[in-house]
């Protein structure tokens, strides 16, 4: 039985006077508490598509693209910089507050498909990626002084856009995937991310797009990468295969498992989106034992409510039967799952879905023992005054196609997200922080 989802926020009715903290009869129903989601970044323009990462020291970090808008044409204090710039804000008191945002490498003609991790060897060195040139070159960046200074190296470049990078570190490993039409690459450091080589990752499968969606590293030093293929020529169109790709070479080869097959995506037009904005995506972490972890959304019918599954495996080709996690009614939209994992068996899950329909939540669920059990539903997501699409009982439509979760020192989930009123603007990122 999936136990019913509780409010962070509680009973409109009750509780909407509480703007800061989630109401306090949760900590004796056995669900994490969360504060109320704050906007970080910038607060003109645009911002979606966050990554947040935290370290052992208390610090926490997010990268924001920054986009311009008709009301606010430039970028703020760099009115040559292209949208979108890449920005950087960093708190070093565990969230409590947060500096500037500030550029960490050049921004060329545009960055764009963010991703920040934490070494989970040394718990302190910082890298992160992005998509940059009109997405022909993934670069990728490191600080050894949290987040003060930055070096940064292309890791490829090609003559076509590339999508969706996604960012792997364990140690001296550094792995960066992509998707470049059909295929997928993943672009390999064993040098703590000073020289990268690239690889081919679906060498045998044709496909009509391919997108990349999460990685994974396991203690023999494995690295997994789960990705979805649209079996339909012509772009991201008609019934698609989820995948997770295992390399036990250090990225020079790859081997596929096949782990589910979702219907063609929903359309969204009617919120100014299209080319599979709500289709499927994946999700994966590996815990400190190194049992894998995958999440994703999916549907059983062309064009059909995709819901989200959970999936665990200890060696990337055998995985349990998939679960369905959320608590939401049949014919509810999923889409855009996170998920991080900490000590062996603790696994940390996140989706958006519509059970509030017509409008979007941050979902969160946990469990403790590999994905055998799992908490109940806490929101993410709460109401906050001046947003067209922010309302008391969820907002009008996801901001960008993907966001995240971390483990903070103290054990505690930080997440962030972005929100909007349709795919086009307004926009911006939301943060919010587990209290316990």
């Not at 545009?110 to 990626?129: E, F, L, M, N, W």
């Not at 947003?387 to 054990?411: A, C, E, N, W």
Request: proline letters at 6%; aromatic letters at 14%.
């Amino acid at each position: 039985m999936i136990p019913a989802r509780t409010n962070q926020n509680c009973a409109v009715s009750v509780c909407l006077f509480i703007l800061t903290f989630a109401c306090p009869v949760l900590a004796t129903g056995g669900y994490p508490i969360f504060q109320g989601q704050t906007r970080v970044g910038f607060t003109v323009g645009d911002q979606w598509e966050p990554s947040i990462a935290a370290d052992r020291f208390g610090h926490v970090y997010i990268l924001i693209p920054q986009y311009t808008t008709p009301s606010q044409p430039t970028i703020p204090g760099c009115p040559t910089c292209p949208s979108p710039t890449v920005f950087l804000v960093v708190s070093n008191d565990n969230g409590s507050t947060w500096s500037a945002p500030r550029m960490i490498a050049p921004p060329g003609s545009g960055q764009i498909d963010v991703q920040v991790k934490v070494d989970p060897v040394d718990g302190k060195t910082v890298y992160a990626s992005w998509l940059q040139n009109n997405k022909s070159v993934i670069d990728v960046a490191k600080s050894t002084d949290f987040g003060q200074t930055w070096s940064t190296v292309v890791a490829n470049q090609t003559k076509a856009g590339t999508d969706k990078d996604i960012l792997v570190v364990h140690g001296q490993d550094v792995y960066v995937g992509y998707d470049h039409t059909q295929t997928v690459w993943v672009s390999s450091s064993h040098d703590g991310g000073q020289t990268f080589t690239s690889a081919k990752v679906n060498q045998n499968a044709q496909f009509g797009w391919s997108l990349t969606g999460g990685a994974a590293i396991d203690n023999a030093g494995t690295v997994y990468f789960a990705w979805e293929g649209y079996t339909q020529n012509g772009g991201a169109k008609g019934p698609v295969n989820i995948y997770v790709s295992k390399s036990s070479d250090k990225g020079i080869t790859w081997t596929e498992k096949l782990v589910d097959v979702s219907g063609a995506p929903p359309d969204c037009s009617a919120f100014s989106c299209g080319w599979a904005f709500l289709g499927p995506g994946t999700a994966m972490a590996a815990d400190a034992a190194g049992k894998l972890y995958l999440l994703w959304n999916a549907g059983t019918v062309a064009f059909g409510p995709e819901r989200i599954y959970f999936s665990s495996s200890s060696d990337g080709v055998n995985w349990s039967p998939k679960l369905d996690l959320s608590a939401a009614p049949a014919g509810v939209n999923h889409a855009f799952p996170a998920i991080t994992a900490g000590t062996a068996g603790d696994v940390r899950v996140a989706w958006m879905d519509q059970s509030n329909n017509p409008h979007w939540n941050v979902y969160y669920r946990t469990s403790g023992d590999g994905g055998n059990t799992w908490s109940g539903e806490t929101t993410l997501s709460s109401y906050v005054a001046g947003y067209t699409y922010v309302f008391s009982d969820g907002f009008r439509f996801p901001f960008g196609d993907y966001f995240d979760l971390t483990i903070d020192y103290l054990g505690h989930t930080q997440a962030c997200w972005g929100e909007g009123y349709d795919y086009l603007t307004p926009g911006a990122v939301w943060y919010t922080s587990q209290t316990r």
